[in-house]
Every structure is written in C-alpha cells, then in structure tokens.
C-alpha cells in the first residue's frame, strides 16, 4: 500500500464507525486535514477535540475548518497528545469513538519537532482509556526520521499489551508508513 492508500484507508475505518453527534479526538493536527475529516464526520451535534503542540499547526487547523465553515464543530487545544485525558472535558473521557494519530512531523513546518516514542506510546496508553466501548484508534506511523523507528517499536508494544486487555489490533505495513487500528471491545 502506498501513503495515501494507508490515509485513505485510515480514514474509511473511521468513517464506518464515527457518526454525527459523537466525540472523536485528533491527536496530532498537523494541517488539519484529519481534524476537518472528523468534523465533517461529527456534524454540529458533535465535537472533535484536536491536539498538538505547534502553534502554527492550531492556525493551519483553525484555517482549514473556517474555511470550510465548520470552525464550531471542533475544539483546538495546544497540548501534547500525551496529556489529553487532562485537557479534556472530563464528561468526554470514555465517550469518544474515535481517535487519529498521524505521526511524524507537521508538514512544511520544523522538521525537527518530532512525535517521540515516549510521548506517543503514553498518549496511546491514555488514548485507550477515552475510547467508547466499540471505539476505534487509527495510528499511522513513519519511520523514516529520527527517532520514527523507535516510535514505531514503542507503538508496537503499546498495542500488545493493549491487545492482551481486548483490544482487536490490525496492522497494515508498506516500506514507508505503517497503519495500525486498535478496536476497543464492548467489555474493554
């Protein structure tokens, strides 16, 4: 699969599962591409909670969802993804039905601000307590800069032990980018 097959394909698991009127969680936004695809998904009923640490990715974010209208269907919160749990309004915590991960570094931006093994494997840690029963996590991770291998390791892991407690865990690999989706269980 090339990337865009594996964003693509991201993106259809999400749409299968997240519908209008849910919570769903963009873990690192980027350009908000993936947080407008959630919005658009939640509807006005809805909220998407979006994280990321850059400032210039909340601007890229806030851009891209005015454009297109939409800027009330999501919350923009400059965090790292690992603390989400406390950044979120603790009535979310256990309802969300989706999240996405898209890690690596934020496009046309420093390419030296970085997703870290550490950082990631507890936001995935964290992100496995706010899913709803029958929620669904995306994680696409890039190996190709400093540091993504061992991200890619720490992620692995992360979703073993999470698969011992009734995760259902798919990964999906290419020569670049590497796709995995973790679905939470009804007795989760």
């Known amino acids: 699969m090339t990337y865009i097959s594996l964003t693509k394909a991201a993106q259809d698991r999400i749409a299968q599962t997240l519908q ?4 769903a969680i963009d873990a690192t936004m980027g350009n908000g591409h993936d947080t407008l695809f959630l919005a658009e998904l939640v509807g ?8 990321d640490i850059q400032q210039q990715a909340l601007a890229n974010t806030r851009q891209r969802l005015a454009d297109a209208g939409i800027e009330n269907h999501a919350t923009l919160i400059q965090g790292g993804h690992e603390h989400m749990e406390l950044l979120l309004p603790s009535r979310v915590v256990g309802q969300i039905s ?14 030296h601000t970085v997703t870290r093994s550490d950082t990631t494997s507890a936001a995935i840690d964290v992100a496995s307590r706010l899913l709803a029963p029958e929620g669904i996590m995306t994680i696409l991770v890039y190996r190709g800069h400093p540091g993504g291998q061992d991200e890619a390791d720490a992620i692995s892991r992360a979703l073993d032990s999470m698969s011992q407690k ?23």
């Open 98 to 111: 989706a999240i996405m991960f898209n890690l690596g570094y934020l496009p046309g931006g420093d390419k």
């Open 166 to 188: 009734g995760f259902e865990i798919e990964l999906y690999t290419s020569p670049g980018p590497w796709f995995y989706l973790a679905k939470k269980s009804i007795q989760t």
């Open 20 to 23: 209008p009127g849910q919570f």
């Open 44 to 51: 006005a009923e809805g909220r998407v909670f979006g994280f």
